[in-house]
């Protein structure tokens, strides 16, 4: 008997573009307790001030919002506690080295269920912008929206 998943659950950060040049990108796998993908397949979740970061030899997600199961009784989870990231020993190693160079960090970008009803972090080696590109991102944002409006006149 086969399940029907619901897989238009997608969560992203929306300022992980603006404040970070993506440099690459890896699909990382969440372990999470049975009343946290619950939550999440409610659609109770946020990763907009989320974080990734290393502790012996693992990758963590740090402050990312889960919220407490409504049915959920003294097993319930913390909302904000960190979960580990589940990469492969080489994509980790790669990921390590580069955090080591200055001004790399890694954010997470999306979170969604795939088709098998498993949740996944697409995450992100990113290098912070730098107030002038930030500045000229906005510039192209507002000249597209001006072509978008001029089109639409006409």
């Given at each position: 008997m086969k399940q029907n998943i619901n897989n238009n659950i997608k969560?992203?950060?929306?300022?992980?573009?603006?404040?970070?040049?993506?440099?690459e990108t890896f699909n990382a796998g969440?372990?999470?307790?049975g009343t946290e993908i619950k939550s999440i397949r409610n659609g109770k979740?946020?990763?907009n001030d989320s974080?990734?970061?290393?502790?012996?030899?693992?990758?963590?997600?740090?402050?990312?919002?889960?919220?407490?199961?409504?049915y959920g009784t003294h097993y319930n989870h913390?909302?904000?506690?960190?979960?580990?990231?589940?990469?492969?020993?080489r994509e980790l190693n790669r990921l390590e080295k580069k955090i080591k160079e200055k001004g790399f960090t890694i954010v997470p970008i999306t979170m969604y269920i795939n088709d098998?009803?498993?949740?996944?972090?697409?995450?992100?080696?990113?290098?912070?912008?730098?107030?002038?590109?930030?500045?000229?991102?906005?510039k192209q944002k507002d000249a597209k929206r001006e072509?978008?409006?001029?089109?639409?006149?006409?």
């Open positions: 969560f992203s950060n929306k300022k992980a573009h603006f404040l970070y040049e993506i440099i969440i372990q999470l307790l979740a946020n990763i974080y990734c970061f290393f502790e012996k030899g693992e990758l963590y997600i740090k402050n990312m919002y889960i919220a407490e199961y409504e913390t909302p904000r506690g960190d979960r580990k990231l589940l990469l492969t020993r098998k009803g498993l949740a996944k972090v697409n995450i992100g080696l990113a290098r912070g912008k730098k107030l002038y590109d930030k500045r000229e991102d906005i072509l978008d409006r001029m089109n639409k006149i006409r």
